[in-house]
């Protein structure tokens, strides 16, 4: 079976196509080039799922960056967070006086995106801000501050353009809302 019938069969609808998502790309980039003008900031992706956003983004900012990855987990069977946070592959960068932005693909409960942040300014960070695709507003759990994003979503869980389903359709080229039925199969 080709990805694309597999495709079909999980995803449940389309969110944002690959236009939608040039466009928020365009308008965050044009406000980080001007919040950024004179400085040079350390844009550190978070693996995996920021990826494709990073790529995108960053091409739409006219600003002297340098770019790193952290990997950090939380999640336990790739739907919820378990709420324990690790550094899978730290970054590379010393961070110290730097002006961090971290780049994520999306929050939810925030306690990934919280977790980032707060490690970034226990390093010395000159300042430490966040641009995420997309902000899963209501399921917040933690109190943390989303600098810059893309558009809002609902309690959905989304796939595609960098987010996985089970570490698989990443490469998907929109976003898409997963079937109901699909995750119910996988959570025990
Ligand atoms: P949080 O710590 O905010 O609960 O979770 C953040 C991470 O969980 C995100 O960076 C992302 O990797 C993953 N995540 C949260 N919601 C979704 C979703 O709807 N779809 C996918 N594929 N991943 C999600
Ligand atoms: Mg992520
Ligand atoms: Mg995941």
């Given at each position: 079976?080709?990805?694309?019938?597999?495709?079909?069969?999980i995803i449940d609808h389309k969110l944002f196509s690959e236009d939608d998502i040039q466009e928020m790309c365009k308008r965050l980039g044009k406000q980080l080039t001007?919040?950024?003008a004179g400085?040079?900031?350390?844009?550190?992706?978070a693996l995996k799922g920021a990826v494709y956003f990073l790529t995108?983004?960053?091409?739409e900012m006219d600003v002297e960056e340098q770019l790193d990855f952290i990997d950090v987990s939380s999640y336990g069977d790739g739907f919820e967070s378990t709420g324990k946070v690790e550094i899978v592959s730290d970054v590379a960068t010393d961070v110290k006086d730097r002006d961090v932005l971290i780049v994520e693909d999306i929050v939810d409960s925030g306690l990934t995106l919280k977790f980032m942040k707060d490690l970034f300014k226990e390093r010395g960070a000159k300042s430490v801000k966040c641009c995420v695709m997309l902000n899963k507003e209501a399921r917040?759990?933690?109190?943390v501050e989303i600098e810059y994003y893309g558009s809002k979503v609902g309690d959905?869980?989304?796939?595609?353009?960098?987010?996985?389903?089970?570490?698989?359709?990443?490469?998907i080229p929109y976003v898409g809302v997963l079937k109901?039925?699909?995750?119910?199969?996988?959570i025990k």
């Open positions: 079976m080709a990805k694309s019938d597999d495709i079909n069969r001007e919040d950024y400085k040079k900031p350390l844009v550190i992706g995108d983004l960053t091409r917040r759990t933690t109190d959905e869980f989304v796939v595609g353009y960098g987010m996985d389903f089970l570490n698989m359709y990443r490469n109901p039925e699909i995750i119910e199969k996988y």
